[in-house]
């Protein structure tokens, strides 16, 4: 079975993936369980999608009452399906794709004049990205105060707990993947 849109207007909308195994989508059924939690917590909501890949993560939120989505990778096999997903979906008005590379910094979302509610964060696995990603996210002053990070990461990579402007709130366990979730309190 091929990756699609879980639930909302969009639902079961098939979506392109990439062939090779530089970008790892997240599962049907790990991206159910996130929305489950987040509920309502979707609808309306300005979403910033870092490592985006597919833009399975964005694109589910946009289905199920999202305000606008900024993707953002800098993997050309990403940008690539990425554009094709939004188009097929025909989500251009909502969607807007940023090529960048988020190791350096985020300085790409702090000219986008807007501050957002919730954001995914889904990086290569085991690389050392999550803290330098949860760095520049809080130096980019772009979040709303309790905005919502969902991380998805690697059982051998665990969420810093030396950031004071991000508290974890929860985390699942599904296989060898941790979802965390996070406050921004700042």
């Given at each position: 079975?091929?990756?699609?849109?879980?639930?909302?207007t969009?639902?079961?909308?098939?979506?392109?993936?990439?062939?090779?195994?530089?970008?790892?989508?997240?599962a049907d059924?790990?991206?159910?369980?996130?929305?489950?939690?987040?509920?309502?917590?979707?609808?309306?909501?300005?979403?910033l999608?870092?490592?985006?890949?597919t833009?399975?993560?964005?694109?589910?939120a946009?289905?199920?009452?999202?305000?606008s989505?900024?993707?953002?990778?800098?993997?050309?096999?990403?940008?690539?399906?990425?554009?094709?997903?939004i188009?097929?979906?025909m989500?251009?008005?909502?969607?807007?794709?940023?090529?960048?590379?988020?190791?350096?910094?985020?300085?790409?979302?702090?000219?986008k004049k807007?501050?957002?509610?919730?954001?995914?964060?889904?990086?290569?696995?085991?690389?050392?990205?999550?803290?330098?990603?949860?760095?520049?996210?809080?130096?980019?002053h772009?979040l709303?105060?309790?905005?919502?990070?969902?991380?998805?990461?690697s059982?051998?990579?665990?969420i810093?707990t030396?950031?004071?402007?991000?508290?974890?709130?929860?985390?699942?366990?599904?296989?060898k993947?941790?979802?965390?979730?996070?406050?921004?309190?700042?």
């Amino acid at each position: 079975m091929g990756l699609r849109i879980i639930s909302g207007t969009l639902k079961g909308k098939k979506l392109y993936s990439v062939r090779d195994m530089s970008i790892r989508p997240t599962a049907d059924r790990l991206r159910e369980s996130i929305f489950n939690i987040l509920s309502q917590r979707v609808l309306d909501a300005v979403v910033l999608d870092l490592f985006a890949g597919t833009g399975a993560l964005g694109i589910e939120a946009l289905s199920r009452g999202a305000e606008s989505v900024v993707f953002v990778d800098n993997r050309k096999g990403a940008l690539s399906v990425l554009r094709r997903n939004i188009d097929s979906c025909m989500l251009d008005q909502k969607a807007n794709i940023v090529k960048w590379n988020i190791r350096q910094n985020l300085n790409c979302i702090r000219s986008k004049k807007q501050n957002f509610d919730l954001i995914f964060l889904d990086p290569p696995y085991d690389k050392n990205l999550i803290k330098s990603t949860l760095f520049n996210l809080d130096k980019s002053h772009s979040l709303k105060k309790g905005a919502c990070i969902v991380v998805e990461h690697s059982l051998f990579e665990p969420i810093p707990t030396d950031f004071f402007a991000f508290d974890l709130l929860d985390q699942r366990k599904h296989g060898k993947t941790l979802v965390s979730f996070l406050n921004y309190v700042i």
